[in-house]
């Protein structure tokens, strides 16, 4: 079964520095690729996602993924942060090759100080 | 713009009783979900709809039930609340279907079961 992993739980960085979110799958294919961010109170919304091509994907908000298909990663950057990125960040994975559920990782949260 | 509604931000109930979350899109999308989220554990499938009457299990269905009687509303049904359905529900929905499509979420019921 197809899974998601992301390892860090909580993330701290300061206002300014670069941010480096983790996201590994485990699904034989190259699957469709998805970052969602959740705001304190708030549903989630999309970043970015990935279907083939370019593997270097730029999304709102000035985050950026990179796939990684040797190292089944799908891994979610920002070189600044800022006090307004602080939310928890989502990585989701669907098997591609028409319609299949999306599985979802547990979330990093991610704090920013001054 | 796109738009996802709840009909409630926050939930009191006691055990045993009848819960209804309505959940209300806008954009005419064919897809529903129903998700909880509870902390280390990410979002988890509930149910999903890919049309009117229709509706298709996912990973946690025990203990809930849906409804979808017309293509912008999806209601999730709690028949009989236990504590451990004490968590934030959140209703999503998407576009037909190849996987590709983004889901938009909508901000989540905050319920607590007593």
């Known amino acids: 079964a197809q899974s998601v992993t992301q390892p860090d739980i909580h993330i701290t960085v300061s206002e300014g520095a670069s941010l480096e979110l983790r996201c590994n799958y485990s699904?034989?294919?190259?699957?469709?690729l998805f970052w969602y961010v959740q705001s304190p109170g708030q549903g989630l919304q999309l970043l970015l996602k990935?279907?083939?091509?370019?593997?270097l994907v730029q999304g709102i908000k000035g985050f950026e993924a990179e796939f990684k298909r040797s190292q089944s990663s799908f891994n979610l950057r920002k070189p600044s942060v800022h006090w307004s990125d602080a939310a928890e960040y989502f990585c989701a994975v669907v098997p591609g090759g028409g319609y299949q559920k999306v599985t979802f990782g547990i979330g990093t949260k991610l704090q920013v100080i001054p | 713009d796109v738009k996802v509604t709840q009909s409630s931000r926050y939930l009191v109930k006691r055990t045993g009783e009848k819960v209804f979350l309505e959940c209300v899109q806008d954009?005419?999308?064919?897809?529903m979900f129903w998700y909880r989220q509870d902390p280390g554990l990410g979002l988890r499938l509930i149910y999903f709809?890919?049309?009117?009457?229709?509706?298709e299990k996912g990973d946690i269905p025990e203990g809930y039930s849906v409804s979808r009687e017309k293509k912008e509303r999806f209601s999730l049904i709690l028949e009989s609340a236990s504590t451990n359905q004490t968590s934030m529900y959140l209703c999503?929905?998407?576009?037909?279907?190849?996987?590709?499509?983004?889901?938009?979420f909508g901000p989540g019921t905050r319920l607590l079961v007593l």
């Open positions: 709809s890919y049309d009117v009457k229709m509706k």
């Open positions: 999503a929905s998407s576009t037909r279907t190849s996987g590709q499509e983004t889901q938009y």
């Open positions: 699904y034989g294919a190259t699957p469709y």
């Open positions: 954009m005419d999308h064919e897809n």
């Open positions: 990935y279907f083939s091509g370019d593997t």
